[in-house]
T-cell receptor, first 110, second 115 residues
Framework: QKEVEQNSGPLSVPEGAIASLNCTYSDRGSQSFFWYRQYSGKSPELIMF????GDKEDGRFTAQLNKASQYVSLLIRDSQPSDSATYLCAAENTGNQFYFGTGTSLTVIP | NAGVMQNPRHLVRRRGQEARLRCSPMKGHSHVYWYRQLPEEGLKFMVY????????ESGMPKERFSAEFPKEGPSILRIQQVVRGDSAAYFC?????????????FGNGTRLTVT
């Protein structure tokens, strides 16, 4: 039983476009949601987190949360080739358990 | 301000040997999580520890795997009698305290290869 689901991709977008990454979760006890970026052979790096319904913006990144639909997304504006990586969605529940999705592979084409 | 330190970066073991993976959390961090990642897959939760306590080991196989986080020294993930299926990247992550919205900080991982 998967806790967090992501479309594995690969997702390809042209440079300068908006990349949209989606994530759903099954545990209604999940409270906080995190987006990590992982380059091939490297460790995950935190991009941002969100815990309230609505949008949260940080530079070119916007996280969106809809708890009623159990849906989280990450938008990357003005995509750059350096954004090419795997994006991992994680949900944390009240027991401080973190569950990760399998990740979405993003390629930004110059 | 050192980050999460894992060693070794690469570890090769023959079937039946023991593997010991070490993780030193960031300074001031007392919570440690271990994850396993197979190629092209996500991070699979294994165990969550605080200093001297295992909080949640629901993701760790009951046989051959154990973890500890002593009062002094790094956290250790121990795999006894390794098999080829144990080959994976093992990541450690730490946080200073466990309230909600406190992100995990990851180490560079240990790549275990079982021959």
């Amino acid at each position: 039983q998967k806790e967090v689901e992501q479309n594995s991709g690969p997702l390809s977008v042209p440079e300068g476009a908006i990349a949209s990454l989606n994530c759903t979760y099954s545990d209604r006890g999940s409270q906080s949601f995190f987006w990590y970026r992982q380059y091939s052979g490297k460790s995950p790096e935190l991009i941002m987190f969100i815990y309230s319904n609505g949008d949260k913006e940080d530079g070119r990144f916007t996280a969106q949360l809809n708890k009623a639909s159990q849906y989280v997304s990450l938008l990357i504006r003005d995509s750059q080739p350096s954004d090419s990586a795997t994006y991992l969605c994680a949900a944390e529940n009240t027991g401080n358990q973190f569950y990760f999705g399998t990740g979405t592979s993003l390629t930004v084409i110059p | 301000n050192a980050g999460v330190m894992q060693n070794p970066r690469h570890l090769v073991r023959r079937r039946g040997q023991e593997a010991r993976l070490r993780c030193s959390p960031m300074k001031g961090h007392s919570h440690v999580y271990w994850y396993r990642q197979l190629p092209e897959e996500g991070l699979k939760f294994m165990v969550y520890l605080q200093k001297e306590n295992i909080i949640d080991e629901s993701g760790m196989p009951k046989e051959r795997f154990s973890a500890e986080f002593p009062k002094e020294g790094p956290s250790i993930l121990r795999i006894q009698q390794v098999v080829r299926g144990d080959s994976a990247a093992y990541f450690c992550a730490s946080s200073p305290f466990r309230t909600l919205n406190s992100p995990l900080h990851f180490g560079n991982g240990t790549r275990l290869t079982v021959t």
